[in-house]
C-alpha cells in the first residue's frame, strides 16, 4: 500500500496535465522535436554565450524543448526532448514527475542538460529512467550562472539550463523529475 500512493499520484497529476495541455504534452513527431530542440539551443546560446563553450566540452546534450507543469495541490509536468551525440541524434526522451502539497498553476518552460562525461551519460543510457536528484549530481543553472561559469570552473559532470519560463506556477525545478528513453 505505501508504493500505490506515489503511482496515484503521479497518474492524477499526468491526468491533469494531459487534460488541460494535450497538444503540447502528446502528439508531437521526432521531426518536430528536433526542430525545437535546435530552435532552443540557438535562443540559450545567444543569450547565455557561455553555453556554447559547455557544449564543446558536453559529451551529449539533452534538450527538452517545452515542458509543461500544472497543479491544484496536486501537480505533475511532462515534456518531450532529444539527445545529441557529437551533433547528431542519439535517442528522445521524456521528462516526467509528480507533486502534491500548496501549488496552484501552470506554466511552460525547457531545459537543457550538458553531460560533461561519459559516465553520466552512460548512466542515462543503462539505466531504467533516470531519476534527477538521485543518480549524478546535476548543476542547475540560469543566465547570472552562465555568464559566471566557464569550463574551468564547471567541475561537475551535469549542468542544466531553464529556460522560457511561461506562466504562474512556484517552486520550479528538476528535482524528482523523471527521464526515461521514448520512441519516435
Not at 539533452?62 to 500544472?70: D, N, R, Y
Amino acid at each position: 500500500m505505501k508504493t500505490a500512493f506515489p503511482t496515484f499520484v503521479a497518474a492524477l497529476a499526468l491526468s491533469f496535465v494531459t487534460a488541460f495541455f494535450p497538444a503540447t504534452v502528446f502528439g508531437a513527431t521526432g521531426a518536430e522535436i528536433q526542430r525545437d530542440a535546435r530552435s532552443s539551443l540557438s535562443k540559450l546560446y545567444a543569450r547565455v554565450p557561455k553555453t556554447r563553450e559547455l557544449a564543446k566540452e558536453a559529451v551529449g546534450i539533452l534538450v527538452f524543448p517545452s515542458i509543461t507543469k500544472a497543479g491544484l495541490m496536486i501537480g505533475g509536468q511532462y515534456g518531450e526532448g532529444v539527445l545529441y551525440k557529437n551533433d547528431k541524434v542519439a535517442g528522445y526522451y521524456s521528462t516526467a514527475g509528480a507533486s502534491y502539497g500548496l501549488q496552484a498553476g501552470a506554466q511552460t518552460y525547457g531545459y537543457v542538460m550538458f553531460f560533461l562525461s561519459e559516465e553520466t551519460l552512460a548512466y542515462l543510457g543503462k539505466s531504467e529512467g533516470f531519476e534527477v536528484g538521485v543518480g549524478p549530481s546535476v548543476v542547475i543553472g540560469d543566465e547570472g550562472f552562465g555568464k559566471s561559469a566557464t569550463t574551468t570552473t564547471a567541475k561537475d559532470k551535469i549542468y542544466a539550463f531553464i529556460f522560457d519560463q511561461k506562466g504562474a506556477m512556484a517552486g520550479l525545478g528538476l528535482q524528482g523529475n523523471k527521464i526515461t528513453r521514448i520512441k519516435k
